[in-house]
């Protein structure tokens, strides 16, 4: 069964460093989205993405994140320089376009940042 | 501002308990309901909802939707300990982004 990607599985880096984490949808799913989840508290809407372009995205996705598909598989999400308050699990999750309210999550990235 | 509120928090019964969790929600642009099973890391996807009234079942899973009283019910059957794991429901608005709930962690004992 096809399934979402992420990588890596684990994280640590230190505070004001870049991170990219690397998703991988599932093939025919046209839109894209990234959530995070800090422990303990409530799965959070950063972004979606469809066409190549951000079509939502929450107060959390500040000038400090960004998304690409820089080629046609992979879906990533940059953070600029890092905070301690970014560690969390970040998943990535797609649907397609008849059952956009369906949204397949990825196994997530823990990030940790010291 | 949209919210989706789960009850209980947190639940511990034993095997073969029937058990129902809840979720209620003050969505403005409601489009469906989802229910997702966490375990140790992703929320697996079980149901969407959009229809009040209409049960979906998937083995001893159940829920139904309630568009009236803005509510849902995620029924489990003779529960497993496979069973344990946060339940997560999700309303999904008319721009598809998902507002979560905060979980119900469902402990089941042998």
């Known amino acids: 069964e096809p399934e979402v990607t992420q990588t890596p599985s684990h994280q640590v880096t230190q505070m004001g460093q870049e991170v990219i984490l690397r998703c991988v949808p599932i093939?025919?799913?046209?839109?894209f989205y990234w959530y995070r989840q800090i422990l303990g508290q409530k799965v959070e809407f950063l972004v979606s993405f469809y066409n190549n372009e951000i079509s939502e995205k929450s107060e959390i996705f500040d000038d400090q994140f960004s998304v690409e598909r820089p080629d046609g598989s992979n879906f990533t999400l940059k953070i600029r320089s890092t905070k301690l308050e970014d560690s969390a699990m970040y998943f990535c999750?797609?649907?397609?376009?008849?059952?956009?309210?369906?949204?397949?999550f990825g196994p997530g990235t823990r990030l940790l940042v010291l | 501002e949209d919210k989706v509120v789960q009850s209980p928090l947190s639940l511990v019964v034993h095997e073969g308990d029937t058990v129902t969790l809840n979720c209620s929600y003050e969505v403005t642009n409601f489009r469906s309901l989802l229910w997702y099973k966490q375990e140790k890391k992703a929320p697996t996807f079980l149901f969407m909802l959009?229809?009040s009234g209409i049960e979906k079942k998937s083995g001893r899973l159940s829920s139904i939707l309630d568009k009236k009283e803005l509510f849902s019910i995620l029924n489990i059957t003779a529960t497993q300990t496979g069973d344990s794991a946060v339940y997560l429901c999700?309303?999904?608005?008319?721009?598809?982004?998902?507002?979560w709930g905060a979980g119900t962690k469902l402990i089941i004992k042998p």
């Open positions: 093939s025919n799913h046209l839109y």
């Open positions: 999750a797609s649907s397609d376009y008849r059952g956009r309210e369906t949204q397949y």
């Open positions: 959009t229809s």
């Open positions: 999700a309303v999904q608005d008319s721009n598809y982004q998902l507002i």
